[in-house]
């Protein structure tokens, strides 16, 4: 069955801001290769939107290999977008969700396309309604060295308790480290 990983950029104080964070090459080679193991993203509306940012570069590349890497993987990736605003996406690996996150989810876990990968969520508000829902399988944490002061936190309106065991770290040359967690155990 496969796996529901969180995977996500955040400061030192808990924020979710990407333009906070240090997205040097290291970090950009990191996501391509998380990307290229990826079944499938799953993306509010919000963050979905941010990431389209990088879907002019696989036509007019910048230059930068990582970044241009980085790009054609996210291009490429099965996106899964949930919004209750947007009618359409026009982005060719991208479709709005048919169902409830819940559904949805459940159903891509199940899914019998047993390729090897895994199903990642990118998107603060889907991290914690999965978290809500006892649905995330790894937590991939990407603590940057950073203090933003304030922000979106991470987990945002989790009152449950949820203890995790450390599965491994991975330190970026910039000193982002990212956190892998599993959970063990909620308490109401």
Known sequence: MKKIIAA??????????????????E??????????????????????????????FTENPTGNQSMDDFAAVMDNTPKIVFSHTLKSVDWKSAKLAARTLEEEVLELKKSNNDNGKDIYVGSPSLIVALTKLNLIDEYQICVHPVIAGSGLP?????????????QKTKTLG?????????PISTKN
């Open 154 to 166: 991470l987990f945002k309106d989790i009152s449950d308790r949820i203890v995790l065991k450390l």
């Open 27 to 56: 970090l950009h080679q990191h996501y391509t290769e998380l990307l290229k193991n990826a079944d499938t993203l799953l993306y509010g509306r919000i963050t979905y939107q941010l990431m389209e940012y990088w879907r002019p």
């Open 174 to 182: 910039a000193g982002a480290v990212i956190l892998y967690y599993e």
């Open 8 to 25: 996500i950029n955040m400061t030192l104080d808990g924020f979710c801001d990407h333009t906070a964070v240090i997205a040097d090459e």
